[in-house]
Structure formats: C-alpha cells, structure tokens
C-alpha cells in the first residue's frame, strides 16, 4: 500500500466496464499513463474508453493480456470485488507477483494525496457528491472527482482538474472499501442498513461508518446527517457538523414550491445564502443540496454566489430521477428513470413523483437488485411499492450473486397492497407497457431495466 503512484507507467483494471472503474481510467489516461483492462460484456461505456485509448478485452483468460501489461516492475492491477476471484486474468497477476489491488486502495492514495471531500451512506452519495464536484468546477479552484453516476453537465463520471488540491469521492461501504480514504471532509447521509450478505448485522453495518469517521484527518470535519443511530468517532482535532432538510448547522429555510420550481435558503455557520434554485427540482434534493454545499463550504473554496449558481445550473446524474420523456410540458406521458435499489430509496422516488405530479395515475416498473437484499428487506420493498397506483415487478436482477433458493420476486409481489400488480420477466416490459396506456411511468431499480428505456419512449411518443 505505501505504492509510489509516479513509478507506475502501466495500470490494468480488472472489471474495467464499470462507472466507478471507468472514472480511475481516464484519471490515469490524463496522468499519461498506459492503461488497459478486461470486461465480461461490451457496453456503450467500454466502446467510450476504447476510443478514448483504454485497450479493453473481453477475453477472461491471461494469453489476452497486453505484452506491454506483463511486467510487474511498472504496472499495477486494479480489481473490482465484483468479478470472481477465480477469474483467469486474475490469478495470473496474483501468481506472477504483480501489485494488485481494489479500485477503493488506489482512490485511497489518491485522497492521501489531496484534500479530499467523501461523500458516504446508504443513499444520496452519487448525488451530493456530484452536486459538490460541480459546485468545485464551477468556482476558482476545480477539482478531480471520482463519482458513481455520471454528470449530466459534462457527460463524464470523472472531473479532471491537475492544479486543484480537491478531490471528491463516492466513497462506498460495500466491502468496507471507503476504510482505505483519508477524508479531509466526510460527509454521512444516512445510515439505514444495506449490503447485509457482507455485514451480516445491523450493528456491523452502523460500525463499519463508526470505523470511516476515524479515518478523517485531525484538521478536517464531518457532516452527519441528523437523526442516524451511527455513533461516530473522529479523532481530536476534527470539527463536527450537523446537516438536513429543517434542522442541524446546515440547512434548508424558506422552501418556495411552485410549477416544477423548488426555491430555498441555505442556512450555514457563516451565514445564509438565499434564493437557491434547485436545477433538479426533486423534494429529497434539497437535503441533498445542504450535504454538497456544507462540504464546499467547509473548504478554503466557500463562495456563496458560486453555490447559488451551480445548484441551479445543476442537470443531475444519469439513472438519479432522470426524466426519459416529459409531454406537453408534463401534462402529458411522463417517463421517470432512477436507480433506487433500496425500500427508503424507493419510498422517496414515488413521494418525489407524486408531489410533482398530483393527483395523476402512477405506474411503477421495479427490477430487484440482488438476491440477498431481496431476502433482507422483501417486507420493506412491497411496503415501499405499495404506494404506487399500478405495479410491474420484474424478476431479480443478479449482478454478482448465485440464485438463493426460495427467493424470487414473488416474496415481494405477494405482499404488495395496490390492486394493480402483475409479475413478469423482463424481456416482457416493453410490449405490456406498450399495452398499458400509462400516465406517469417510474422506471427502478440498480439492474438493467433503463436498457429497456429507449423503446418505452419510442413506443409512448408514437402513440401520442
């Protein structure tokens, strides 16, 4: 781990298609380094960093590797804990004493390596560290950032800045890789167990956030979001601070509501900025914009007029309550996509919809995201889509795990309350949509269902 990042010339990432991987590659392509990597699947992402100089492969044994990526002096391997250990490409480096490691100990050099702000929790990460990022792009100072979705403003998961010493991180408890950061800033939005097949517990779970507030430097500070049973514990020296919607040292004042425009004051320790328009006007934003501009303005980059302007010039992310289709002016078909994978994700994207668009029909199509969390949490998840007027369940998406016996969708569908439900594969969505006349459409789930989004759209436009 105490790897000199300036002696590599070469880097392979192992899992290289994946948004978070992606945004290290084109870090290390704009260092100047050589970078290649394999992927199971080819996708519009990995055409993207084929083009941009990433020589992908999607061959998983160790002849594909590069001739120039087979020296152990000069190149090191970044691996996702999501492909299996047993991959091919993998042994190979672990068996010809290459330095491998996972994507979350490299971006850990990298905040060792700048004042870093790290933006965790069960939800809202990708989004308040995004809303950070811009509001850093968009003052004097910049910054490099590493984020989870990708930003709408500038069609990148990744912000390049080499003279800023800022770096904005998502920094994810799956596998307990953010204990490899070193925050200057860590911000915590909310702490609602997740990520059970790793944790196990609830305990270890919330012990997991205790263990990252001690990794934050002793001239730094935490902003916690009010009300979480987390109990942190930074170390001496570092400044803590409290955040939400209505409450705590940062938050929101005077929220104005009115034909799709969301208008409030940010209240902070130094004073209060007014008139912040949200760019993205969702309810749950508005915390969310509090978290983004409480870290900012914590650093030596507080320029109140910078925040105003850059939360309302704020396009969100992709897959993050992304709107697909908005007729006549939202009076007509409306298609809404988020990745909401979580029940109180999912609670918060249907109240976000229904407060937008009152009184109007809601259908929601859910794609499960993995056998486990399915398991853990099939109670909260029909509890959370019952609110929806009209429900398609589709069947559990796997991403990285084996099928777990006895667990299906359906142990989320037989509990569901709304009256209008069906269960269904996925390849089956598009023609029953095509079929349904819906009204307002939320697309969910952290799987593949947006893939299914262009044809949705086409099919209810050509309807009319």
Not at 42 to 71: C, H, K, Q, S, Y
Not at 410 to 427: G, R
Request: with cysteine.
């Amino acid at each position: 781990m105490n790897h000199d990042l300036n002696t590599i010339s070469h880097i392979y990432f192992v899992g290289a298609g994946g948004i978070g991987m992606a945004a290290l590659e084109r870090y290390f392509l704009a260092k100047g380094k050589k970078v290649a990597g394999y992927d199971r699947t080819a996708t519009a992402l990995t055409a993207e960093l084929a083009a941009e100089g990433v020589e992908i492969t999607f061959d998983e044994n160790a002849e594909a590797i590069p001739e120039d990526f087979r020296n152990a002096a000069h190149t090191l391997v970044v691996y996702t804990p999501a492909v299996p250990s047993d991959l091919p490409i993998l042994k190979y480096f672990r068996d010809n004493g290459f330095e491998v490691m996972k994507r979350a100990q490299v971006l850990g050099l990298i905040t060792r390596d700048s004042r870093s702000l790290c933006f965790a929790g069960t939800h809202g990460k990708t989004t308040t560290s995004s809303m950070a990022a811009h509001i850093l792009k968009c003052g004097t100072v910049g910054c490099n950032a590493f984020l989870g979705g990708e930003l709408k403003n500038y069609g990148s998961n990744f912000l390049l800045a080499p003279s800023s010493p800022y770096s904005v991180i998502e920094a994810d408890e799956f596998d307990r890789s953010f204990h490899h950061l070193t925050p200057t800033v860590a911000v915590i939005t909310a702490t609602d167990p997740d990520h059970l097949d790793i944790y196990g517990t609830e305990e270890a779970y919330l012990e997991s956030f205790a263990k990252f507030t001690e990794l934050i430097r002793p001239d730094g500070a935490l902003i916690v979001h009010t009300g979480l049973k987390l109990k942190p514990r930074p170390q001496e020296g570092v400044k803590v601070y409290t955040y939400s919607r209505d409450e705590g040292d940062f938050h929101a004042s005077y929220i104005r509501r009115g034909q799709g425009t969301i208008t409030f004051d940010l209240v902070t320790p130094r004073g209060t900025i007014r008139n912040i328009n949200l760019g993205v006007p969702v309810e749950v934003n508005i915390e969310n914009a509090v978290a983004a501009a409480a870290a900012v303005s914590l650093t030596g980059a507080y320029e109140p007029e910078v925040i105003r302007s850059a939360i309302s010039s704020y396009q969100g992310t992709k897959r993050r309550f992304e709107c697909w289709l908005k007729e006549d002016n939202g009076l007509g078909h409306v298609i809404i996509d988020d990745y909401a994978h979580h029940p109180q994700e999912i609670r918060q994207s249907i109240a976000s919809v229904k407060s937008l668009y009152p009184g109007r029909k809601l259908t929601v199509a859910f794609q499960p995201h993995l056998y486990s969390r399915t398991r853990d949490f099939a109670p909260e998840f029909a509890d959370a889509l019952s609110a929806a007027d009209s429900l398609i369940l589709l069947d559990i998406y796997p991403a990285r795990e084996e099928p777990i016996e006895g667990v299906t969708s359906q142990i989320i569908f037989d509990n569901v309350k709304c009256d209008d439900k069906i269960l269904i594969s996925k390849e089956k969505l598009v023609e029953t949509l095509k079929n349904s006349n819906f009204d307002i459409l939320l697309t969910v789930g952290a799987g593949d269902i947006n893939s299914y989004l262009p044809e949705i759209v086409a099919n209810a436009t050509s309807r009319g």
